[in-house]
């Protein structure tokens, strides 16, 4: 069994670590031949470290490609014990978060003060480690390869509290940072973008316009707001500095008041497993399908062809229909427990049967068959949601189950559930509820707004 290094074994994380226990880290396209790749029970040692400075050091038994395989307890290399090695603990970590091969404690002290090829020959062999110049590397010793790395802002980048305005961002770095291409910086910022241009100049350098990775205009809001930790990289080509670290998702898109039938909805298919795409055209193909076959139900034993008008005459008590919605705000949802949704305001209710105040609930007053329909538009802060639905309750209990979705291989920041379904009210004391229930991250939250999240019904025929 033998410790493995490469000079310049240095990149960032192409996708976050989502849980202290994961057992593979997938490295930035192209940088996987800057690592070893041990096998038969060699193993090497990485270093994971975020802008704020926290690290973990990480065994790696194998690799393919740009992935690295950690080491686990009871592995043929015993020594590469996994995650969390030397002291440091196991967690999770963010795309762009550096992934080094650096030399630990626990390996110099197994070599002594060792740091060229030659002295480590002289308590292992020189197979320990090589010392070939790599990349922008230049080092033939060991310790020298560590402080060059440890100097080197291009790949390392730097931190530094941001100072400047809102759309034109400065900072100050020890050593002075410069404009060559992929210079990595790291900047705590001071207020939200309220612009769509906003610039950097690092050390009194040229200000550049940042925008997203590839090239895209930020959204206003993209830099979240006072503490949010920015990482930009310069790009030389194009002069631009751009945010991998951009604040995205439903709260900072366009508010759109009137949907149209090209817009879309991400939902998961529980089938294939996959993320597919949902367009409103097609959700209201749903939703009068689920209506139509909701009155034909009803209706199986009464003329098909009878008028609207004629049926609302029929009905005892008169015609009785609502709409509610949440207004205003968005209500918050607790993660992983089943919560009502508060519906507090109405767009109609005929016969005065909707309790948006106390209750939140359908309490029809006149006996009958009736068509109710809900959704329920959610969004996590963070952007991970794992599963999502809601349900009709009838009298406190569960009636009937609404669309549910499990999130498994990506994670979502919106997810939408809709429902359907004709029942039967005795006009005195049945009553209707919807519940949500959300398994997520960050604050998870029901979106206000009639065409979100909503409730509405109607009697079909007494």
């Given at each position: 069994?033998?410790?493995?290094?490469?000079?310049?074994?240095?990149?960032?994380?192409?996708?976050?670590?989502?849980?202290?226990?994961?057992?593979?880290?997938?490295?930035?396209?192209?940088?996987?031949?800057?690592?070893?790749?041990?096998?038969?029970?060699?193993?090497?040692?990485?270093?994971?470290?975020?802008?704020?400075?926290?690290?973990?050091?990480?065994?790696?038994?194998?690799?393919?490609?740009?992935?690295?395989?950690?080491?686990?307890?009871?592995?043929?290399?015993?020594?590469?014990?996994?995650?969390?090695?030397?002291?440091?603990?196991?967690?999770?970590?963010?795309?762009?978060?550096?992934?080094?091969?650096?030399?630990?404690?626990?390996?110099?002290?197994?070599?002594?003060?060792?740091?060229?090829?030659?002295?480590?020959?002289?308590?292992?062999?020189?197979?320990?480690?090589?010392?070939?110049?790599?990349?922008?590397?230049?080092?033939?010793?060991?310790?020298?390869?560590?402080?060059?790395?440890?100097?080197?802002?291009?790949?390392?980048?730097?931190?530094?509290?941001?100072?400047?305005?809102?759309?034109?961002?400065?900072?100050?770095?020890?050593?002075?940072?410069?404009?060559?291409?992929?210079?990595?910086?790291?900047?705590?910022?001071?207020?939200?973008?309220?612009?769509?241009?906003?610039?950097?100049?690092?050390?009194?350098?040229?200000?550049?316009?940042?925008?997203?990775?590839?090239?895209?205009?930020?959204?206003?809001?993209?830099?979240?707001?006072?503490?949010?930790?920015?990482?930009?990289?310069?790009?030389?080509?194009?002069?631009?500095?751009?945010?991998?670290?951009?604040?995205?998702?439903?709260?900072?898109?366009?508010?759109?008041?009137?949907?149209?039938?090209?817009?879309?909805?991400?939902?998961?298919?529980?089938?294939?497993?996959?993320?597919?795409?949902?367009?409103?055209?097609?959700?209201?193909?749903?939703?009068?399908?689920?209506?139509?076959?909701?009155?034909?139900?009803?209706?199986?034993?009464?003329?098909?062809?009878?008028?609207?008008?004629?049926?609302?005459?029929?009905l005892t008590g008169g015609t009785v229909a609502f709409g509610a919605y949440i207004a205003t705000t968005s209500q918050t949802i607790t993660n992983i427990t089943n919560t009502k949704l508060a519906f507090n305001a109405e767009e109609f209710d005929t016969n005065n049967n909707f309790d948006s105040t106390t209750n939140y609930r359908f309490t029809p007053t006149v006996a009958g068959y009736y068509q109710l329909n809900w959704g329920a538009f959610f969004t996590s802060s963070t952007g991970t949601l794992y599963y999502w639905r809601t349900r009709l309750l009838k009298n406190g209990a569960v009636y009937k189950e609404g669309s549910g979705q499990v999130q498994?291989?990506?994670?979502?920041?919106?997810?939408?559930?809709?429902?359907?379904?004709?029942?039967?009210?005795?006009?005195?004391?049945?009553?209707?509820?919807?519940?949500?229930?959300?398994?997520?991250?960050?604050?998870?939250?029901?979106?206000?707004?009639?065409?979100?999240?909503?409730?509405?019904?109607?009697?079909?025929?007494?």
């Amino acid at each position: 069994m033998a410790y493995l290094v490469n000079n310049g074994g240095i990149s960032v994380l192409a996708s976050a670590i989502t849980t202290s226990t994961q057992t593979s880290i997938v490295l930035s396209a192209g940088h996987g031949a800057r690592f070893p790749s041990p096998t038969g029970g060699d193993y090497t040692l990485v270093t994971l470290e975020n802008a704020a400075g926290t690290i973990e050091i990480v065994s790696i038994v194998g690799r393919s490609t740009d992935t690295l395989a950690v080491g686990v307890a009871g592995s043929a290399a015993a020594d590469a014990a996994g995650r969390g090695m030397e002291g440091t603990t196991a967690t999770t970590w963010a795309a762009a978060d550096i992934v080094e091969g650096r030399a630990t404690a626990a390996i110099v002290a197994r070599g002594g003060n060792a740091k060229t090829a030659a002295e480590l020959a002289a308590v292992g062999g020189a197979a320990l480690v090589g010392n070939t110049a790599y990349g922008s590397i230049a080092a033939s010793t060991v310790q020298a390869a560590i402080n060059e790395l440890d100097d080197d802002n291009t790949f390392a980048g730097k931190w530094a509290a941001g100072g400047g305005t809102a759309d034109a961002i400065t900072a100050d770095y020890t050593p002075n940072v410069a404009l060559t291409d992929g210079q990595m910086c790291y900047v705590r910022a001071t207020a939200a973008n309220a612009t769509t241009t906003p610039t950097f100049a690092p050390d009194g350098l040229t200000a550049r316009t940042i925008v997203k990775e590839g090239g895209s205009a930020l959204e206003v809001g993209s830099v979240r707001g006072a503490g949010h930790e920015l990482i930009l990289r310069y790009n030389l080509a194009s002069t631009r500095w751009e945010l991998l670290t951009p604040v995205m998702g439903f709260h900072f898109a366009t508010n759109k008041a009137t949907p149209v039938d090209a817009d879309e909805f991400g939902i998961w298919y529980s089938v294939s497993g996959l993320l597919n795409r949902l367009t409103f055209a097609n959700l209201k193909t749903v939703l009068a399908a689920a209506c139509s076959a909701g009155w034909n139900a009803a209706t199986a034993t009464t003329a098909t062809t009878a008028t609207t008008a004629t049926n609302a005459t029929n009905l005892t008590g008169g015609t009785v229909a609502f709409g509610a919605y949440i207004a205003t705000t968005s209500q918050t949802i607790t993660n992983i427990t089943n919560t009502k949704l508060a519906f507090n305001a109405e767009e109609f209710d005929t016969n005065n049967n909707f309790d948006s105040t106390t209750n939140y609930r359908f309490t029809p007053t006149v006996a009958g068959y009736y068509q109710l329909n809900w959704g329920a538009f959610f969004t996590s802060s963070t952007g991970t949601l794992y599963y999502w639905r809601t349900r009709l309750l009838k009298n406190g209990a569960v009636y009937k189950e609404g669309s549910g979705q499990v999130q498994t291989t990506a994670n979502l920041q919106n997810g939408l559930s809709v429902g359907a379904s004709l029942v039967y009210a005795n006009g005195s004391t049945d009553y209707f509820e919807v519940q949500a229930f959300v398994d997520g991250g960050g604050t998870l939250t029901a979106q206000f707004g009639s065409q979100y999240t909503f409730f509405n019904g109607c009697i079909q025929r007494p």
